[in-house]
């Protein structure tokens, strides 16, 4: 009878840790997901930071070339 028991809450617990890992897996790869997400996001936000800069620094450049032909 002891047994039994035991076999009995052994085989309960087992379910339990097993539906816990699954559900472990599917919270983690949600989370992950949404840091890409952000990450993307900030990954275009830098380049088009950069392009703006880029473009800004290449009108300047323009500008003082223009004014040393003029010299």
Do not use: P
Not at 17 to 42: A, P, V
């Amino acid at each position: 009878m002891i047994l039994k028991i035991f076999i009995k809450k052994n085989e309960e617990r087992n379910e339990k840790n097993k539906n816990i890992e699954k559900n472990r897996g599917k919270k983690t790869e949600k989370k992950i997901e949404k840091y890409r997400k952000k990450w993307r996001k900030k990954r275009k936000k830098k380049s088009k930071k950069w392009r703006k800069k880029k473009k800004k620094y290449s009108k300047k450049r323009k500008k003082m070339w223009i004014k040393q032909r003029r010299k």
